[in-house]
């Protein structure tokens, strides 16, 4: 015999499953429902049946999850991965100073016209303290084991050195960039090689280095510096 509605409602009240949520930490994220950097706790979970209200057997494991402690939604710990804004900005920063220093160690620092170039670009990415000496100093540091050319005894290990730096700037960021803000960051450092005219070998090859470490597919690589070097200055 089917029980009457009113008795399947009463049962739902009697019998049900209720997570109980432990915090395992907390910080700072950008939140998906929110849209902006919030707090978070991280939270890990333990199902249990209840029997009018009470927990009484345990089902199981839930999460972990992440809770935003503004808007209380749960997302997936992989939420994590995605910097927040502050922490965007700031490996932006970074990733276009490495780029200008690798730039300038790859083509020499005796043009004016580069170092302003590069000193600019700099700063319209966010770092508005950033001199030409400063980077003049930093750049020739960089470049001391070769030769006027790049081609001295010490050229090999600073090229692979300049790689590293590229691609622990430029690697953690490319996931979270476009594909139009990834190639934004290519071509900037193509306007500095070119301030003072054509690429040079190894300017050339620091920007392969650049366009490789920002995901960006050789071809087009190649296609993008070729089309900055036709457009005016």
């Not at 910080?27 to 249990?48: A, I, K, M, Q, V």
């Not at 700063?123 to 001391?144: H, K, M, P, S, Y």
């Not at 691609?167 to 301030?195: F, N, T, Y």
Request: net charge neutral.
């Amino acid at each position: 015999m089917r029980p009457a509605k009113g008795q399947r409602a009463i049962g739902l009240r009697m019998y049900g499953i209720r997570t109980v949520w432990d915090t395992v930490g907390d910080g700072e994220f950008f939140c998906p429902g929110c849209g902006g950097d919030r707090n978070y706790r991280r939270l890990s979970g333990r199902r249990r049946l209840t029997v009018l209200g009470l927990p009484l057997w345990a089902r199981g494991s839930a999460g972990p999850v992440v809770e935003c402690a503004a808007c209380r939604d749960h997302f997936p710990v992989d939420t994590l991965d995605h910097p927040t804004t502050t922490r965007f900005s700031a490996m932006l920063r970074e990733a276009v100073h490495t780029v200008a220093l690798a730039v300038l160690a790859a083509g020499g620092t005796t043009s004016r016209t580069v170092l302003e170039t590069a000193a600019a670009t700099v700063r319209d990415a966010g770092l508005d303290d950033c001199t030409q000496e400063q980077l003049f100093t930093i750049a020739e540091v960089l470049a001391a084991d070769t030769g006027p050319d790049g081609t001295g005894p010490g050229a090999e290990a600073c090229s692979a050195a300049l790689a590293i730096e590229l691609h622990e700037a430029l690697g953690p960021l490319a996931p979270h960039l476009a594909v139009a803000g990834r190639e934004s960051v290519l071509l900037q450092g193509a306007r500095i090689a070119l301030a003072d005219g054509p690429y040079g070998q190894a300017e050339r090859e620091v920007l392969a280095t650049v366009g490789s470490a920002l995901r960006i597919r050789p071809d087009d690589t190649t296609r993008l510096l070729a089309a900055a070097a036709r457009t005016p200055s």
